[in-house]
């Protein structure tokens, strides 16, 4: 009989968006999209507190943690795209790689 | 602690204080605040209303000996191979350092006083008043610090802000120099105070004084260390209060402003050194206390032969104030702690009188110091004259003066030591100073006040100095008069002066104060006749002998010493008012002693010639080793030292330099590395910090 | 005690307050705009003022509340202090600051930003939970992308809030991801409940590990801990300076309590005797103090290296405040009551330092219009004052004898030392001295480079003022620190311990 | 196999893949549309959690909220590019060894830890005591939370809008 899924598939699932949420962030120009990456992080992190909610049997504590999480995203991508926007009317520009005036 | 006593601390951080925030506000905001000089003599006069407060506290109302407010500063807890390392600091207050409070912000306030008048137009106006504001913050520092590191770094303040007074007319090449003169001979004494001050702290553990004391007396610290750190800490003393050998600085600081010379060099930095003595006295042991006793005797000796010789007006006083000092050290050891201490106080209202006095002539004089151009100035400045008339009984012990009461406790002392040790020495030393006192003395009186005057044009525009600066030296003159200090004009025993000042108990091994022990007066006034066991086993009984004799030769010291002086003043007015003795006869014919004495015993000169003729000699001695020795050895081995030198250069070269250079091109090149890796993408930082959580984990997961 | 929730509200007063004013500073918006300008600064000090005499009534107080949410202990109300004397003092800075007049309309949303970043840092020192804990963070972190490109006209302040909320937000996600982990292996949340997991012993190192190296990477970002500090430099020089030196006392210190209160409840088997030892009895392992002293000289050698290079006087101190996070992470090695209390003594003298340099730095730039290296040449001649004050907070930087600096040094050392870390010690000690070099090249420019234009320029009364109470302690606390010792010593208890 | 195992397989390779589209997809617009089928994806697993409301929490907050305000952001700065012409800073193999070695890492720690774990409890309800836990242990977070999104308006606000001087 096959592997019944259990919390190791979901896990797996989870640090498979972690990792690609990384390699968006540190790979795609646009801040935009660096901001999607970064949302995949979250969201990845969010399927493990559901997933040991589940399987681990232990208190719903951690859904609690998840809808925190999902409002601070709201917070952080409204902040984020704000600032983005800002840059976008100075400088011009929504690649992160070319703000980086800042540097040594 | 009572609440007096925590309120006498309070107050005594505020006399320590408001000096210092007056010299803070001046030295900062001088320039936009309006009288910024009154505003500073106004601080001084506080601290004097608070100084005096606490003294009449302290010294009528309180019984204990000392109050103490000791805080833990430093505590590094218990470190690897290492007990403990604490160290407390704090204040105390007890009798003789209530009484220097009101000593020192006494006389600074009536020097802030004098020079509204004497510096009014001063380029450096507040920078001056800045910096007497910080000498008495840093000498008030002294009296009151109750451990030896407090007092250390109040010392070297003492040392710092006296270079900047002396050397305030700094475009005056003398005045530069003899502020650098101060410094470096005041530093070879500290070196001595310093050394001595870690021989304690490295045996003991602690800085505090009544540490150290309680130290001693269970034996920590005995045997020659003892007197070697006796003698080093004497050794700063030696430098603050110009003893010999290092007496040299103190008549060239006359190049201050007169008000500062007055402040300085008569009353309080100059007696700080007389006030460590008094402080670290009872772990003085015999050995310490010969040594210190016969430089005192000698210093007073040797500057009072100088002064006759000097036709300076400063410098004579300069000199007489080393001579007094001496006379202090040397009450200090021979026992004569509370003379020794009372000389301190009548002499410093005394000695800063003359020098303000001396600063009224000045004054008047447009700045001419030398003597041979006064004269007849009697007529014109009648305050001063009279002032400076008392002062100079005073100075020079004639019964009704305050000097009078703390020379006669000083000769006395010195004549029963004498007596008992047999170090007739310093007795015959101590009277032949009154002798010499008293002449030089009232020859600077005859000169500057009495007979014709010789530069009429000076004397014509010579007229009484402003009130500011008359008041001082009135208030002066009355503090040099007995009743201040005792109700009786002939022995001061009884006065409130001499009851509040008692000798501290030693806690010298009894060995090392063994044949001193007719000394311990406290002990003996008691239970004469007791019997005690030294440390070293040895039992001994005590007399007191030393009362006995003080009391037997009171008056026999008395009519001495009155004697003399007043034959110095006959002398004097023989050589230099009645003329009945030639003056130049008499200079011709003792003209080499004359010359000695005027040359001021050439110590300079030896100096010169002894670090000059030192410096030649040593290098020539090097040179005859390096012709002599090396050249031998290296001709000798020659292939050896070769091939050595040649590794150990090449080792040098390649290896020592280029290490050091390695290090530098190597910090510099890791730091410019590093700052390459700051792209200003910020991207990068994500993929530096996500090697590192990597390069952590792996690294650690090994583990 | 564990109090009720209902009874927990009594224990937040400080931070309710600090909500309340953080609405009615933004509300002054709408009431005095163009009326005063420093109205709304005003309302912050007030608030600042009202939180502050709420926190002392709190002295002495050992409470969990809000069902183990948040610690009412000392060591948060040594932090609370820290927090409330920083924001007073920005507030004050702000008011000055020439900068921030070119967004004078926002000067309501501005000081609400500085209250609502020090609700975050309260929370963070307090924090007992892990949800807490990155609340909080975020509060903080939230308040300090706005707060650092607050003046938006100025290119620089953008590009430093975009570097900062990119980097930010990517770290507050590796270190919810360790929480993650974390709650999975222990199901809880709460750090007490947490040690208790841990002390069966039987979880896995490894994962464990995995979840903290995740954890430390968003502490690590707060706190500017080498290799998570690299937002720093281009932050600090690009947000305005009061904002600068806001975030680099107050961000800073709360991401260190938040941090030493995690691993010391979290980690530290209380039932171990001694409690204080700072023995990580659970995790025999591998050594975890190895890790935070390895993060400590490389956060100092890095931090100091690269400020030997820097011209900008923003720059060259946002280096020498990761130096400085390497030195208080010394400290946090040792894990001893010594160690923090040293610590936290070091807190006092950096936010006394810190500050202090950077109100230089911000009036400098007001007057002389530059905040190069090169543009405080000759300083010592024509603002005597500010460069006497300015040479006074970089000795105590350095931690020359006259200073606190020194003091904080001093006790640090001590601490490794007790402890046997005499190599973290002998590289602390290396590090000051590589320090020296570039503190002095600042007072070397100020005092030895004659400056063309030799015009004095004055600040006022008020300014130096200020100035004076910023240095004074700098130097009275080196005197006689007793008091702060002290301070600092009975700081080190946190609820649960002992 | 059964329909539960079937179902999981089904979106968790939905999300994965479209987690895909969101960071290699060259098209902004593609990348926020796949990132809406990452979001689906995700609320389908949390349905397979039996965490209903964080499901609809999901979507609605994410899809309806965050997803918005990403369109929105790339509506409003699409003037500058609509494509990526080039990478950022990291080319594709180091990009991928980093994110690779830590997938890997994570996956290997996470699937051989052994967990706590008991038997799965029969499906409850999740709203009620989440919102039970909101307004007893959980309520100081929550007051935190609604100070940091009034934070995280006014921000948005103040750095977003446009200002009138610079217009005129």
């Known amino acids: 009989m096959a592997v019944h899924i259990g919390l190791t598939q979901f896990l797996v699932v989870s640090a498979i968006l972690f990792s690609l949420g990384l390699y968006g962030v540190i790979t795609r120009k646009n801040a935009i999209m660096v901001l999607m990456g970064i949302e995949l992080i979250l969201n990845a992190a969010n399927i493990n507190f559901v997933a040991f909610t589940r399987y681990g049997a232990m208190n719903i504590s951690g859904q609690v943690v998840a809808v925190f999480v999902i409002i601070l995203a709201a917070a952080e991508a409204a902040v984020l795209l704000a600032i983005v926007l800002n840059i976008f009317q100075q400088l011009n520009t929504v690649n992160v790689d070319e703000v980086d005036n800042l540097k040594n | 602690m009572s609440p007096i006593d925590s309120t006498l601390i309070h107050l005594a951080f505020a006399v320590l204080l408001l000096p210092l925030a007056g010299f803070t506000l001046l030295i900062f905001f001088g320039k936009r605040i309006p009288r910024q000089d009154l505003i500073e003599t106004g601080i001084l006069f506080v601290a004097l209303a608070i100084s005096i407060y606490i003294m009449v506290q302290k010294v009528f109302f309180i019984a204990e000996p000392r109050i103490d407010f000791t805080f833990r500063w430093l505590d590094l807890g218990a470190l690897i191979g290492h007990p403990g390392f604490t160290i407390d600091l704090g204040i105390a207050i007890d009798n003789i350092t209530a009484i220097m409070l009101v000593v020192v912000t006494l006389i600074s306030s009536l020097v802030h006083l004098f020079s509204l008048a004497y510096m009014e137009g001063d380029v450096r106006y507040s920078r001056y008043y800045a910096y007497l504001g910080f000498f008495s913050f840093s000498m008030l520092g002294i009296v009151l610090s109750n451990n030896f590191l407090m007092m250390y770094a109040f010392w070297e303040l003492v040392g710092i802000s006296s270079y900047l007074l002396i050397g305030h007319w700094y475009e005056k090449k003398s005045a530069s120099d003899a502020g650098k003169k101060a410094f470096i001979v005041n530093r070879i004494g500290d070196v001595g105070f310093f050394i001595g001050i870690m021989i304690v702290f490295t045996q003991l553990h602690t800085f505090l004084f009544s540490g150290v004391f309680a130290g001693i007396a269970e034996g920590h610290l005995s045997g020659p260390l003892l007197t070697a750190a006796g003698i080093l800490i004497f050794c700063g003393a030696v430098g603050k209060s110009a003893q010999f050998p290092l007496h040299v600085w103190l008549p060239d600081a006359m190049e201050g402003p007169t008000p500062v010379s007055a402040l300085i060099h008569a009353a309080t930095m100059v007696a700080a050194g007389v006030y460590l003595i008094a402080r670290v006295f009872p772990m003085l042991t015999a050995d310490a206390l010969t040594v210190i006793a016969y430089i005192g005797a000698i210093t007073a000796f040797i500057s009072a032969t100088i002064a006759i010789a000097q036709n300076d007006i400063k410098k004579v006083l300069a000199y007489s104030t080393v001579s007094q000092l001496g006379y202090m050290v040397m009450a200090l050891g021979v026992d004569a702690y509370s003379a020794g201490f009372f000389h301190l106080v009548t002499h410093a209202a005394f000695k800063a009188g003359l020098f303000l006095g001396s600063g009224s002539v000045i004054y008047a004089m447009h700045h001419e110091q030398d003597m041979r151009q006064m004269g007849g100035l009697r007529k014109k400045m009648p ?11 005073s100075i020079s012990g004639i019964p009704l003066t305050s000097g009078f009461l703390s020379k006669d406790s000083i000769l006395g002392g010195s004549l029963a030591y004498g007596m008992l040790t047999g170090n007739y020495l310093i007795p015959i030393i101590g ?54 200090y005792s109700f009786n004009p002939l022995n001061p025993e009884k006065g409130w002066f001499l009851e509040s000042v008692t000798k501290p108990e030693s806690v010298v091994p009894g060995y090392q104060k063994y044949s001193w022990d007719f000394l311990q007066v406290k002990l003996v006034e008691k239970h004469p006749g007791e019997t005690g066991v030294t440390n070293s086993g040895e039992t001994f009984v005590t007399t007191n002998a030393y009362q006995m004799e003080l009391e037997r030769i009171h008056y026999t010291g008395l009519f001495l010493s009155l004697a003399l002086a007043l034959l110095g003043i006959f002398t004097a007015f023989l050589i230099y008012d009645w003329k009945k003795i030639d003056a130049e006869k008499l200079k011709q014919r003792v003209k080499p002693i004359h010359t000695f004495l005027y040359n001021k015993w050439y110590f300079d000169e030896l100096y010169g010639a002894t670090a000059v003729a030192g410096t030649l000699l040593l290098s020539k001695s090097f040179a005859w080793f390096d012709a002599h020795v090396i050249d031998g050895i290296v001709n000798g081995a020659a292939t050896l030292i070769r091939l050595w030198s040649r590794l150990s250069g090449s080792f040098d070269h390649y290896v020592v330099d280029g290490l050091v250079n390695f290090s530098a091109w190597f910090t510099g090149l890791l730091g410019r590395g590093l700052r390459k890796v700051q792209t200003g993408r910020v991207q990068t930082y994500i993929v530096f910090a996500l090697l590192g959580v990597i390069v952590i984990f792996y690294v650690f997961k090994q583990f | 005690m564990a109090q009720t929730i209902y009874q927990s509200f009594g224990y937040i007063l400080p931070e309710t307050v600090l909500s309340v004013f953080f609405i009615l500073t933004l509300l002054t918006a709408l009431v005095g705009k163009g009326r005063s300008k420093y109205l709304p600064a005003y309302t912050a000090l007030l608030g600042f003022a009202v939180a502050g005499v709420l926190v002392f009534l709190q002295l002495g107080t050992d409470e969990l509340v809000f069902s183990g949410m948040y610690a009412v202990d000392p060591f948060s109300w040594f932090f609370k202090i820290i927090f409330l004397v920083t924001g007073i003092l920005i507030v004050i800075f702000s008011m000055q600051s020439r900068e921030l007049e070119a967004v004078s309309t926002k000067y309501a949303e501005y000081y609400s930003l500085i209250i609502s970043l020090t609700i975050g840092a309260f929370f963070m020192a307090g924090a007992s939970n892990l949800l807490m804990m990155y609340l909080s963070l975020e509060l903080v972190s939230i308040s300090s992308y706005i707060l650092s490109g607050f003046t938006k006209e100025n290119p620089r302040a953008d590009e430093a809030s975009l570097k900062y909320v990119i980097y930010g937000a990517f770290s507050s996600g590796l270190m919810l991801y360790g929480i993650s982990i974390l709650y999975g292996l222990t199901g809880e949340l709460n750090i007490y409940a947490f040690n208790q997991a841990l002390a069966s012993g039987t979880l896995p190192q490894v994962t464990i590990l995995v979840a903290i190296v995740l954890m430390l990477a968003g502490l690590g970002y707060k706190i500017s801990a080498v290799p998570f500090h690299f937002w720093t430099p281009d932050v600090y020089e690009g947000a305005p300076v009061t904002v600068t030196a806001f975030l680099s006392v107050t961000s800073k210190a709360a991401g260190f309590a938040m941090l030493i209160r995690f691993f010391k409840i ?206 004074v302690p700098n130097i009275a606390l080196m005197l006689y620190f007793t008091p702060v010792l002290s301070w600092a010593q009975h700081s080190v208890l946190m609820f649960g311990l002992r | 196999m059964n329909w539960y195992d079937i179902t999981f397989y089904v979106f968790a390779i939905l999300t994965v893949v479209s987690a895909v589209g969101v960071v290699f997809s060259r098209n902004i617009v593609y990348a926020a549309f796949s990132l809406l089928f990452a979001f689906f994806g995700v609320a389908a697993l949390y349905v397979l959690l039996s965490a209903d409301f964080l499901a609809i929490t999901q979507i609605l907050l994410y899809v309806g909220g965050i997803l918005v305000l990403i369109v929105f952001g790339v509506m409003l700065t699409t003037r500058a590019q609509k494509v990526e012409v080039k990478r950022g800073i990291l080319s594709v193999v180091p990009a991928v060894l980093i994110a690779g070695i830590i997938a890997g890492t994570l996956v290997g720690v996470l699937t051989t830890t052994k967990w706590p774990a008991a038997n799965l409890s029969p499906y409850e309800e999740t709203a009620r005591p989440i919102g039970a836990l909101l307004m007893t242990n959980f309520v100081l977070p929550f007051e935190l939370a609604s100070i940091l999104l009034l934070v995280a308006l006014i921000g948005a606000v103040i750095i977003a809008r446009r200002e009138k001087a610079r217009r005129a």
């Not at chain 3, 996070?325 to 001893?336: C, D, K, R, S």
């Not at chain 3, 040094?409 to 000051?432: D, R």
């Not at chain 3, 070099?437 to 008020?462: A, C, S």
């Open chain 2, 431 to 484: 009277y032949s100073v009154v002798f010499l006192t008293a002449m030089y003395m009232f020859r600077l009186i005859i000169m500057t006040f009495h007979g014709e005057p010789r530069d009429v044009h000076k004397y014509e525009h010579a007229k009484e100095s402003p009130k500011v600066m008359t008041i001082p030296l009135i208030v002066l003159a009355s503090l040099s008069i007995f009743v201040f």
């Open chain 3, 266 to 471: 979290g980690f530290i088997d209380v039932a171990a005797q001694p409690v204080m030892a700072g023995m990580w009895e659970l995790f025999r392992g591998f050594n975890w103090t190895d890790i935070i002293a390895v993060l400590s000289v490389l956060t100092m050698t890095v931090g100091n290296l690269v400020a030997l290079w820097q011209s900008n006087m923003k720059r060259l101190l946002a280096y020498s405040s990761i130096a400085h996070a390497g030195y208080i992470l010394m400290g946090f090695v040792t894990l001893t009551d010594q160690g923090i209390s040293a610590m936290l003594m070091y807190f006092v003298a950096y936010l006394l330092m810190n500050l202090g340099a950077f109100y230089v730095v911000m009036l400098v730039a007001n007057k002389y219009h530059t905040e190069d290296i090169e543009g405080y040449s000759g300083l010592g001649y024509r603002s005597p004052y500010i460069a006497f004050a300015l040479t006074v907070f970089l000795f105590s930087l350095t931690g020359i004898p006259p200073t606190f600096g020194f003091i904080g040094k001093l006790y640090l050392f001590a601490a490794l030392i007790h402890t046997n870390y005499i190599w973290l010690a002998v590289v602390g000690v290396l590090n000051s001295v590589v320090s020296l070099y570039y503190y002095v090249k600042v007072i070397r420019n100020m005092y030895l480079v004659q400056p063309e234009d030799k015009t004095r320029v004055d600040f006022g009364f008020g300014t130096n003022l200020l100035m004076t109470i910023l240095m």
């Open chain 2, 383 to 393: 305050i001063t004259y009279w002032t400076f008339v008392v002062f100079s009984l």
